[in-house]
């Protein structure tokens, strides 16, 4: 096979490659998520859906706005008829499945709003993951009552 042949299989060979590279879904994703407005200065709640496209498990590590001045990972913990909020570093999204953050489970607690939050408008959050991956949703903000989607 002469040079040029070469060179231009080559060149088709790559191109297939990274299309097909660059036609791969990301393996994170998140879907459904809002944010409980509660009064004045008061902790508001994030809930969202975390989804994991791909064959290992993947742990959402951290969430970020420009919104607030922090956002943490938060689980409740009942013990009886009480129950606690715990700060956790990191939560695994499992291979090929979802991981809700719901009222009464895992959220995002953000603190320190730079503006009044609105109903009916939308925020958004950055989500990041132990892979690198970095997802951004926009987030719905609901009503102080609100206990679901």
Same mark, same amino acid.
């Given at each position: 096979?002469? *040079?040029?042949?070469?060179? !231009?299989?080559?060149?088709?060979?790559?191109?297939?490659? /990274?299309?097909? /590279?660059?036609?791969?879904?990301?393996?994170?994703?998140? =879907? #459904?998520?809002?944010?409980?407005? +509660?009064?004045? #200065?008061?902790?508001?709640?994030?809930?969202?859906?975390? @989804?994991?496209?791909?064959?290992?498990? &993947?742990?959402?590590?951290?969430?970020? =706005?420009?919104?607030?001045?922090?956002?943490? !990972? @938060?689980?409740?913990?009942?013990?009886?008829? *009480?129950?606690?909020?715990?700060?956790?570093?990191?939560?695994?999204?499992?291979? @090929?499945? *979802?991981? &809700?953050?719901?009222?009464?489970?895992? @959220? &995002?607690? +953000?603190?320190?709003?730079?503006?009044?939050?609105? &109903?009916?408008?939308?925020?958004? +959050?950055? /989500?990041?993951?132990?892979?690198?991956?970095?997802?951004?949703?926009?987030?719905?903000?609901?009503?102080?009552? *609100?206990?679901?989607?």
């Amino acid at each position: 096979m002469n *040079t040029s042949r070469q060179l !231009l299989l080559a060149a088709l060979l790559c191109g297939a490659s /990274f299309q097909a /590279f660059a036609a791969t879904p990301a393996p994170a994703s998140v =879907s #459904d998520c809002w944010i409980r407005a +509660l009064p004045g #200065d008061l902790p508001k709640g994030g809930y969202f859906k975390a @989804h994991n496209a791909g064959d290992q498990p &993947v742990n959402l590590i951290g969430i970020s =706005s420009n919104a607030f001045g922090m956002a943490m !990972l @938060h689980q409740t913990q009942s013990q009886g008829s *009480t129950s606690s909020m715990a700060m956790v570093e990191q939560v695994a999204v499992p291979a @090929h499945g *979802t991981l &809700v953050f719901a009222p009464g489970n895992y @959220h &995002v607690m +953000l603190e320190e709003p730079k503006q009044t939050l609105k &109903v009916g408008s939308s925020i958004p +959050l950055t /989500f990041s993951f132990s892979n690198g991956q970095k997802v951004t949703a926009s987030c719905a903000v609901k009503s102080a009552g *609100t206990m679901g989607q």
